[in-house]
C-alpha cells in the first residue's frame, strides 16, 4: 500500500455513510412535507457537489492520467471517466429538478424524477468506488514507484 492509495480508500470509506442519504431520500421522498423533502433535496445536492464530485475532480486531476500513463493509454482513456461524467450529469439533472421544486409545488412526476436520479447516483457512486478499491488501486500499488506514489499523494494532499 502507498500513502496516495491509503488516503483514497479513506475518502472512499468516509464517503459511505454519507452517500446513504442519497437512497434514504429517495426512499422516504413521497411521503415527505414539501418543505423537508427541499430541505433534505438541498442537504443531499450539497453533498454531492461538494464531497463526491469534489473527489471525482480530483481523481480526474490526478489520478487518471497516471493510470492512463500506465495502462499505456492516451488521456481520458480510463474507462472509469465514463462514470464520472454520468455522476456529474445526474447531479446537474438533481440541481434543474431542486431549482424547478423552490418555485412550484411538487407533482408526482417530479417526486418519480427524483427518486429515478437519486437511485442512480447512489448505484453509479456505489459501484464506481468498489471497482476502484478493488481494481484501480491494487493496480497503482503494484505498478507506481515509490517517487510516482510520493507524487501522486501530494497532488491529491494539495487539492484543486
Do not use: W
Not at 489520478?63 to 499505456?72: H, I, Q, T
Amino acid at each position: 500500500m502507498s500513502a496516495a492509495t491509503d488516503l483514497l480508500r479513506e475518502r472512499y470509506r468516509g464517503l459511505a455513510v454519507p452517500l446513504r442519504s442519497v437512497s434514504e431520500l429517495a426512499d422516504e421522498a413521497a411521503g415527505l412535507s414539501p418543505s423537508d423533502l427541499r430541505r433534505r433535496i438541498d442537504t443531499v445536492h450539497g453533498f454531492l457537489v461538494h464531497s463526491v464530485l469534489r473527489l471525482s475532480r480530483d481523481e480526474v486531476r490526478a489520478v487518471y492520467p497516471v493510470l492512463s500513463r500506465l495502462l499505456a493509454g492516451p488521456p481520458g482513456s480510463v474507462p472509469l471517466t465514463r462514470e464520472h461524467e454520468e455522476v456529474t450529469r445526474l447531479v446537474n439533472e438533481l440541481a434543474e429538478l431542486r431549482h424547478r421544486l423552490s418555485r412550484a409545488a411538487i407533482t408526482g412526476t417530479e417526486t418519480k424524477d427524483l427518486r429515478r436520479i437519486l437511485y442512480g447516483l447512489d448505484l453509479i457512486v456505489r459501484l464506481h468506488f468498489e471497482k476502484e478499491e478493488q481494481l484501480m488501486l491494487p493496480f497503482l500499488e503494484r505498478r507506481l514507484s515509490e517517487a510516482e506514489a510520493r507524487c501522486l499523494y501530494e497532488t491529491l494532499s494539495r487539492g484543486p
